[in-house]
């Protein structure tokens, strides 16, 4: 079993839709988790970073973490076709590793 | 400001070949990671620096894999002896906390494409 299991989709929303994306895990050493996006052909960019268990709002972005549940989702409202890119979850434990999820990949269609 | 950037963007070495890929971090980030990330997966770690000291080198999957940062900025992932199975998107990120922040800045990317 993968330390974190995401759906690599793909997903289809049309624009305006309210998307959500999740992540599992099974290492209760996770201490911080990340959302990335990542276009075609370039390098990961950061959207969310969380350390504890609650939500997180960041715009049209909320970063949601159940440490008891093992369990993240990244929300985004009212999506836009710029929006259209895989979304990568990360965690790191204590110790500076990190591990991503195999990323879900999202088309906003206008 | 400058972002992180990798050199070069694309490489195709035949099997064989040394390659060396090299990483220019954000000025003054103290963590510089190397990630490898296959096609249609995540990216996954292969080592670790905090400043030039090698905290964490046990994502490299051979000893063929080596990589450097002798000044604590630039560092190189050098391949010896390259094998088709070492075909992927070679990432490196760099962080300006030594540990436990995941505010990690990645760059572009080197595609290797092992022919």
């Known amino acids: 079993q993968k330390e974190v299991e995401q759906d690599p989709g793909p997903l289809s929303v049309p624009e305006g839709a309210i998307v959500s994306l999740n992540c599992t895990y099974s290492?209760?050493?996770?201490?911080?988790f990340m959302w990335y996006r990542q276009y075609s052909r370039k390098g990961p960019e950061l959207l969310m970073y969380?350390?504890?268990?609650g939500n997180k709002e960041d715009g049209r972005f909320t970063a949601q973490v159940d440490k008891s549940s093992k369990y993240i989702s990244l929300f985004i409202r009212d999506s836009q076709p710029s929006d259209s890119a895989t979304y990568l979850c990360a965690m790191e434990n204590t110790g500076n590793q990190f591990y991503f999820g195999t990323g879900t990949s999202l088309t906003v269609i206008p | 400001g400058a972002g992180v950037s990798q050199s070069p963007r694309y490489k195709v070495a035949k099997r064989g070949q040394d390659v060396a890929l090299r990483c220019d971090p954000i000025?003054?980030?103290?963590?510089l990671f190397w990630y490898q990330q296959a096609l249609g997966q995540g990216p996954e770690f292969l080592t670790y620096?905090?400043?030039?000291?090698?905290?964490?080198k046990s994502g490299l999957p051979s000893d063929r894999f080596f990589a450097e940062r002798p000044e604590g900025s630039v560092s190189t992932l050098k391949i010896q002896r390259t094998q088709q199975e070492d075909s992927a998107v070679y990432l490196c990120a760099s962080s300006l906390a030594h540990t436990g922040d995941g505010e990690q800045y990645f760059g572009p990317g080197t595609r290797l494409t092992v022919t």
């Open positions: 000025s003054g980030h103290v963590s």
């Open positions: 969380t350390y504890s268990s």
């Open positions: 620096f905090q400043n030039e000291a090698q905290l964490d």
């Open positions: 290492n209760s050493a996770f201490q911080y």
